[in-house]
Structure formats: structure tokens, C-alpha cells
């Protein structure tokens, strides 16, 4: 089994920055790509930035320049720094890891954390 566990959010201003963070742990062979989605109340669940195994990252274009997502191997972590932020930025935010376990590779997601950003 692997469970990921998100941490890091909570109620910020305007402007203001959050971090936040998903460590994954478990029967871990290998973990390759990691991303971030974030879903808004009635909304669908979209794509934030994404970062491969080899460390290069792609961000969706509402975030680029506000959002840098990171990655720690050695940690099964992921992080994504969030500044800048504005009320539209407001969601539950997930983290979704590729993980490869002994008999296999598939998806694995965070529970999810809460991101609020205040006007």
C-alpha cells in the first residue's frame, strides 16, 4: 500500500504565500512523475504543474510566475510554493504521484488540502 499525505494549507490574504507539501510512503519502488490538481466548489479537478523524475516542470498559465513546484527523492516529496496569491487560486488542492511498487506502476492521490485566499 502507499499513502500520500498533503499538509500546508490553510486561509492566506491576497498576496500573500502558502507551501505546500506531500510526502508519500509505503512499499515505494520508485516514484516518477508528481504533480498537483486543484478543484474549485462545481468545478472540474485541473492540472496545476506537473515535474518528471528528472526534475523539469510545466505549470498551467494562471500560476506560471507565482507557482514553483519541487521535488525531494530522497523524501518521496513534493512541494509546491505558492505566492502571489489571489482569491481565484482559492480550491482543494491534491497531490497525484506515478509510483512504480513491486508488482506494478499507477496513480496514487493526496486526500487533499484546503487553499483559501481572502480579497
Known amino acids: 500500500q502507499v499513502q500520500l499525505v498533503e499538509s500546508g494549507g490553510g486561509l492566506v490574504q491576497a498576496g500573500g504565500s502558502l507551501r505546500l507539501s506531500c510526502a508519500a510512503s509505503?512499499?515505494?519502488?520508485?516514484?516518477?512523475?508528481m504533480a498537483w490538481y486543484r478543484q474549485a466548489p462545481g468545478k472540474q479537478r485541473d492540472l496545476v504543474a506537473s515535474i518528471t523524475s528528472g526534475g523539469s516542470t510545466n505549470y498551467a498559465d494562471s500560476v506560471k510566475g507565482r507557482f514553483t513546484m519541487s521535488r525531494d527523492s530522497a523524501k518521496n516529496a513534493v512541494y509546491l510554493q505558492m505566492n502571489s496569491l489571489k482569491p481565484e487560486d482559492t480550491a482543494a488542492y491534491y497531490c497525484?504521484?506515478?509510483?512504480?511498487?513491486?508488482?506494478?506502476?499507477?496513480?496514487?492521490w493526496g486526500q487533499g488540502t484546503q487553499v483559501t485566499v481572502s480579497s
Open positions: 497525484k504521484m506515478d509510483v512504480t511498487i513491486v508488482n506494478g506502476r499507477r496513480d496514487y
Open positions: 509505503g512499499s515505494i519502488f520508485s516514484i516518477n512523475a
